[in-house]
């Protein structure tokens, strides 16, 4: 028996209108998938194919045209800590301290103060900053910065957390490196259910359980993916990884 | 800069200083008995200096011009910074008030002075006026930028942490905080340039009135000591900003 | 938008001044007596305006003004923007220069009007003077500042591609500094036109300034509010003026 799944995306489309010229732009046509509890969903797909939309969709930025977004039976209709995001700009609060950062979602819960020092003290260790947890964003390098998102993002223990492109913005050595640490930091959490938006193939495949392929304008459900390679995995060498690496090649590129 | 090298950069200061006194001490009487009142050495403007500090008189005259100043400014802080905050939120009410902005601000304070002698009379209050609607206007639009430049990223961040509504208020107005402590700066700093024409114009104390004064009665090194006296009035107010701002936000 | 939103704009506005002329016409007097001298309303301030402007006295006084700030603002220009480029140009001049410059720029420049009415007695020289004094600071500074914030990329690219130091001064670096060099114009112009009307106030019998003096010896508050406006408008209309040449003379800035 398939218990149900946690998010449901039922035949979404989204329009944009320009204001200046009321010309309307398709960004998502009939675009449908299910993500089950505890699944690592990858969306890739290739810059203007609409996957940033899908995101704001979920995550309750902004409303589909038509169809409906529902997690864990509930429509979706706005933003919730239910649906934590970590965004690529991280999008830190310059004003916060890393460890306040990590702190915010829980006091917007209203967690009492000896039960938040317990989480973010976990959460800190958890994402490798122990010792910085007083430094100001401004006093953190990228790949820091983007751990206190993840950090401030899994404390609040939500039912699914949205990743828009988070190593998006690090270089690549970084971000290699920073793939290992998502794995590892989620390994933490019990079975939590990820949306991760990427245009990275590399990253697709090494962190996911399903890989959902988008095409672009407008964007549509090209293919599906599941991968049930354990991680880490060696992606240069596993045959089956390979082929279909080699296809999310060809898809992209046709995509695009 | 390493204290020596900042003792070397002093070098042209001190040429200048010392041909000024040497000019005006020898020079100046060699040519009209009366031409040192012009230009007095500096040296008689320290000891002008030392001796109203000494009397008192000159510590007098800057309260007076301190509290003008402080008194005005807080006036426009109090309305400038929550109206910078709700025209910055509020479209509408930014569109509606632009216009009057735009005529009010290009206006020089100075010019406000007559105006608001014949309101005021040659009282305080017309002293506070003038620093308020000279302030105002700075602290104003630094208060709206603050709150326009909160980037909107931040927001939905706040958003799909559980905020709501009440939290997005105090979020933007902590992100506003740098901006409109420019705008602290900056009128401060204003405020004291505006004071001192101010009592030039109408005052019976003050530092302003202190250099008007000195004028009529021709005793021109306390000329000198007036305008040094602002001056570093003026700069140790901004390094008393300066370091409040490194206290109060540190993160920015 | 349309004009019927433009128009929407003006609604408070328009709200302000009915409330003003309403106000100053029928409320105030009737409360004190003699408040028409104290609270001219908008309908008298725009009669004044009439008559000054044609018995062409209010453009006599406009031009005395503007020639002042004119001069003592081109001067400050002549001596500052040069000045910036050579302590830009030579850093052991540079920080002798600034430690006078970081005595003398705390004065407030109307501070030093007595000692240009000392110097030069009432009348244009004094004026010219403190404008001087008030506009050659901003200039130098951002002279100064503007030169630093060539990026060294350039001048280096510039270098490599054979550029003797003389043109490497004047085809790279002045063209990069100029638009920082312009903000320091800009706010030189503001500060003149605010010591102008100091200066102007306390010591002369011409221009804008004197005008609004002058509104208190003959009591007609109307006068002060119209000279308030124009001078503000000027004000605005110089600093509009620098903005729409630099588009002209800086197109490639962004």
């Excluded at chain 1, 203007?48 to 939309?53: H, M, V």
């Excluded at chain 2, 011009?65 to 426009?76: D, P």
């Excluded at chain 3, 001298?37 to 908008?42: G, S, T, V």
Aim: net charge positive; charged share 15%; hydrophobic share 50%.
């Amino acid at each position: 028996m398939n218990p149900q799944p946690m998010l449901e995306v039922r035949d979404v489309s989204k329009r944009f209108v320009a204001v200046k010229n009321s010309e309307s732009v398709v960004a998502l046509e009939h675009v449908s998938f299910t993500v089950d509890r505890g699944e690592f969903f990858v969306i890739l797909g290739p810059s203007g194919s609409g996957k940033t939309t899908i995101l704001n969709l979920i995550a309750g930025f902004e409303q589909p045209s038509s169809g409906a977004v529902t997690v864990n039976g509930l429509p979706v209709s706005s933003p919730s800590w239910q649906r934590a995001v970590v965004f690529q700009e991280h999008a830190l609060f310059p004003w916060l301290t890393a460890w306040e950062n990590i702190e915010f979602g829980l006091k917007m819960k209203d967690v009492p103060p000896g039960k938040r020092v317990a989480i973010v003290r976990e959460y800190i260790d958890v994402v490798g900053l122990k010792g910085f947890e007083n430094k100001y964003p401004k006093e953190l390098s990228g790949g820091m910065k983007q751990r206190v998102g993840i950090a401030r993002a899994l404390a609040v223990d939500s039912d699914i957390v949205i990743m828009d492109e988070p190593l998006g913005s690090l270089d690549a050595q970084t971000r290699s490196e920073m793939q290992d640490e998502l794995l590892r930091i989620l390994q933490h959490e019990k079975k939590k259910t990820v949306l991760l938006v990427t245009h990275s193939i590399e990253e697709a495949l090494k962190l996911a359980d399903v890989i959902l392929v988008l095409s672009a304008r407008p964007g549509t459900v090209k293919k599906t993916f599941r991968l049930v390679q354990p991680r880490p995995r060696e992606i240069l060498r596993d045959p089956e990884i390979i082929r279909v690496n080699v296809e999310l090649h060809e898809l992209l590129h046709k995509a695009s | 800069m390493t204290l020596l090298r900042r003792a070397n950069a002093a070098g042209l200061l001190i040429v200048l200083l010392v041909l000024w006194e040497i000019f005006s001490r020898f020079a100046l009487p060699a040519l009209d008995t009366s031409a040192q009142l012009l230009l007095p050495p500096p040296s008689q403007g320290v000891r002008d200096a030392f001796n109203l500090a000494q009397q008192g008189v000159l510590w007098q005259h800057a309260a007076a011009s301190a509290k003008r100043v402080y008194v005005g400014f807080l006036a426009a802080a109090l309305i400038a910074i929550p109206l910078g905050i709700a025209m910055g939120l509020s479209r509408t009410l930014l569109r509606q008030l632009n216009p009057l902005v735009g005529v009010l601000r290009p206006i020089p304070p100075i010019a406000w002075i007559p105006i608001t002698l014949l309101w005021f009379g040659v009282t305080d209050v017309q002293q506070y006026f003038i620093i308020f609607i000279g302030t105002l206007f700075p602290l104003l639009l630094n208060t709206i930028a603050g709150v326009h430049g909160l980037d909107p990223v931040l927001q939905r961040a706040a958003l799909s942490l559980g905020a709501r509504p009440k939290n997005l208020f105090a979020l933007t107005l902590h992100a506003a905080l740098p901006s409109i402590f420019v705008g602290v700066r900056t009128s401060l700093a204003l405020g004291w340039f505006i004071i001192i024409a101010s009592e030039m114009v109408s005052a019976s104390t003050g530092l302003g009135f202190l250099i008007i004064e000195a004028r009529t009665a021709m005793i021109t090194e306390r000329l000198y000591v007036g305008m040094f006296a602002i001056g570093m009035i003026g700069f140790l107010q901004d390094q008393l900003l300066v370091f409040l701002r490194d206290r109060l936000i540190p993160w920015a | 938008m349309g004009v019927w939103g433009r128009m929407r704009d003006f609604a408070t506005t328009l709200a302000v001044l009915v409330l003003w002329e309403i106000v100053a016409d029928y409320v105030y007097p009737h409360f004190v007596p003699t408040s028409r001298n104290i609270f001219p309303p908008p309908s008298a301030v725009i009669m004044i305006a009439w008559q000054l402007l044609i018995s062409g006295e209010l453009l006599r006084h406009a031009a005395y003004s503007l020639g002042r700030v004119l001069t003592g603002f081109a001067l400050a220009c002549a001596v500052g923007v040069p000045l910036g480029l050579s302590m830009g140009a030579w850093p052991f001049w540079r920080r002798q220069v600034s430690v006078v410059v970081e005595v003398l720029r705390p004065i407030p420049p109307f501070a030093w009007i007595p000692l240009g009415l000392l110097w030069f007695g009432v009348g244009d020289e004094q004026s010219v003077f403190v404008i001087f004094i008030a506009s050659v600071f901003p200039v130098v500074l951002n002279t100064v500042f503007g030169i630093d914030a060539v990026e060294p990329v350039l001048k280096r690219s510039a270098l490599s591609l054979g550029a003797s130091k003389w043109r490497l001064f004047t085809r790279v670096i002045l063209p990069a500094a100029l638009p920082q060099i312009v903000v320091g114009i800009r706010i030189a112009l503001s500060f003149a036109w605010m010591v102008l009307v100091a200066s102007e106030l306390i010591g002369s019998t011409s221009g804008l300034g004197y005008l609004i003096l002058d509104s208190r010896n003959l009591g007609l508050p109307s006068l002060a509010f119209m000279g308030m406006l124009v001078i503000g408008l000027i004000g605005y209309l110089l600093d509009a003026g620098i903005r729409a040449a630099e588009r002209l003379l800086l197109p490639w800035r962004g």
